[in-house]
């Protein structure tokens, strides 16, 4: 049988059948075939009416790998994290007491605001500039940070956008990774100018530099440190290796006596021939432990005295809340410098106090007391451990962060700008780039899953009242202890 189609010049044309037949086929394979190379990214299947073959590439990752993707797939990180970031709670917590120091730390700015002058002034001593877009994350860079500080800390915040996504307003700051502050308040009592807001990882009383959580939150990988979260496990299994009696009952201090003449003078307090002082005092050398892979300084492994000593290197030390995790009675010897949760701490509560100019007989004084009022040093340990495990935990770490910046976005009375030389930093370009122990770091620490409750709601800012009764219960406490030691050595030179 044929068929009779005309052709534009209306002549009769005859096609077979099977040819027809076989002509649809062909078209409708072509448009599947079509469709599915438009849906695996090869063809653009919109220009496909005019029969347009469009070679389609798949735009590759800038900074080649998917980091991000990458660490979904591990599960076991996804619920190891997950149960330390969200903690079960009904309604959003009350934040803990020492949120209310982001009033006080941002009070100089409080009735002029913060201005584009006072922030370009603040780029003499900032490593790198940080704008906050529409939920996005910008840096100029200025100057390199001692080891990779500044990228860790970048690292962050840049978890903090993932933890809670949208929330933060736009903002910029600048943001110094250096020990010591530098914003000294006597420049600028009774003048015109106002001090620039430096963000860092600690202040003093003379200072008025924004403190920050450190980079370690998120691990120190040059010694090998691993991010907070994670130690903070590791320390609680540590805890419970060695029962609280069964320590050693002398205090116990590891670090690096050379960065700070307190810390060498320290090291006269070690037991000898000629003096037991009730410590037992140790030097770290990280470059031979970095040669033998760290093996004797797992933070785990160091919860073995009933006491632990915590003195500042340069300035504060990152080994503060590591010591003060240990169930160990802390032995604080008096700081010049605070990092942003030690001012929410109390002694005698949290801590025992140790004069910074009489370290030796200090140390010797609490350690017997300790070991005569057993069940109280035990619970001044127990209570600062839980302090640093439950209000320092990285959900509140996030909260801190949240909080300060949001309070001090407000106080900006300029647009924020993206500088025409930063940079967008996201997980895949910070964590792509990296190696080894860095990279390891950043995907134990990374947020997979933005935060399932809001922030914690804030407490007002202290009174004056109020804020004069905290110093001096402190004070007062510290006396105290003084007196008993005082005391103490009294009768033992009274003693016939």
């Keep these: 049988m044929k068929m009779n189609i005309k052709d534009d010049q209306h002549k009769p044309v005859t096609f077979p059948r099977k040819s027809i037949v076989k002509a649809t086929l062909f078209i409708v394979v072509l448009f599947i075939s079509a469709a599915l190379l438009d849906f695996l990214g090869y063809l ?13 590439r798949k735009e590759p990752n800038p ?6 993707q990458n660490q979904s797939t591990q599960t076991h990180f996804s619920q ?20 209310r120091w982001i ?14 002058g006072m922030i370009e002034e603040a780029s003499r001593t900032a490593h790198f500039r940080l704008v906050i877009r529409n939920g996005k994350a910008y840096v100029k860079r200025y100057r390199k940070s001692i080891q990779t500080r500044d990228d860790f800390t970048l690292w962050g915040i840049v978890q903090l956008l993932r933890w809670y996504p949208g929330k933060l307003p736009d903002l910029e700051l600048m943001f110094d990774a250096d020990d ?34 450190d980079w370690s939150f998120w691990g120190w990988a040059e010694v090998n440190i691993k991010p907070w979260g994670e130690s903070l496990e590791a320390i609680k299994e540590g805890n ?18 050379y960065v700070d003449p307190g810390r060498g003078d320290l090291l006269k307090c070690n037991v000898s021939e000629h003096e037991e002082w009730n410590t037992r005092l140790y030097i770290q050398d990280w470059d031979k432990e970095s040669k033998e892979g760290y093996k004797n300084s797992n933070l785990e492994n160091q919860c073995t005295h009933r006491y632990k000593i915590y003195i500042e290197g340069w300035a504060w030390s990152v080994s503060e809340k590591y010591i003060m995790a240990c169930d160990s009675m802390t032995l604080y010897v008096k700081p010049r410098f605070y990092d942003f949760y030690i001012r929410g701490m109390m002694p005698l509560q949290h801590y025992w106090p140790i004069r910074d100019d009489s370290k030796c007989t200090s140390l010797k004084f609490a350690v017997h007391w300790g070991n005569t009022h057993v069940d109280k040093a035990r619970e001044i340990g127990e209570l600062g451990s839980r302090f640093i495990r439950e209000e320092v935990n990285m959900k509140y770490v996030y909260d801190y962060m949240f909080h300060l910046l949001k309070e001090y976005a407000t106080l900006l009375k300029f647009k924020p700008e993206i500088p025409l030389d930063a940079e967008e930093i996201t997980p895949d370009s910070m964590g792509c780039p990296a190696t080894e122990r860095w990279r390891d770091f950043m995907a134990e620490s990374m947020v997979l899953s933005p935060s399932e409750e809001s922030p914690c709601e804030m407490l007002p800012p202290y009174d004056p009242l109020a804020l004069k009764e905290v110093l001096e219960r402190k004070a007062n406490l510290t006396r105290q202890v ?11 030179t009274n003693k016939p």
């Design 103 to 116: 009033h006080e730390d941002l009070r100089p700015w409080k009735q002029t605001g913060i201005t584009r």
């Design 482 to 492: 003084e007196l008993w030691e005082s005391k103490y050595f009294q009768d033992l």
């Design 63 to 68: 900074y080649g790998c998917d980091f991000v």
């Design 80 to 99: 190891n994290r997950a149960s330390r970031l969200n903690p079960i709670r009904s309604k959003p917590s009350t934040c803990p007491s020492y949120f």
């Design 180 to 213: 010591r502050p530098v914003v000294r308040s006597a420049d600028f009592i009774g003048q015109q100018k106002k001090p620039p807001p430096v963000f860092r990882y600690c202040s003093d009383d003379a200072s008025l530099d924004i403190v920050f959580p």
């Design 44 to 56: 653009d299947f919109n220009a496909f009416a005019g029969l347009k073959r469009i070679t389609k």
């Design 240 to 257: 419970n290796m060695t029962q609280w009696k069964e320590r050693v009952a002398y205090a116990y201090w590891r670090g690096n006596p």
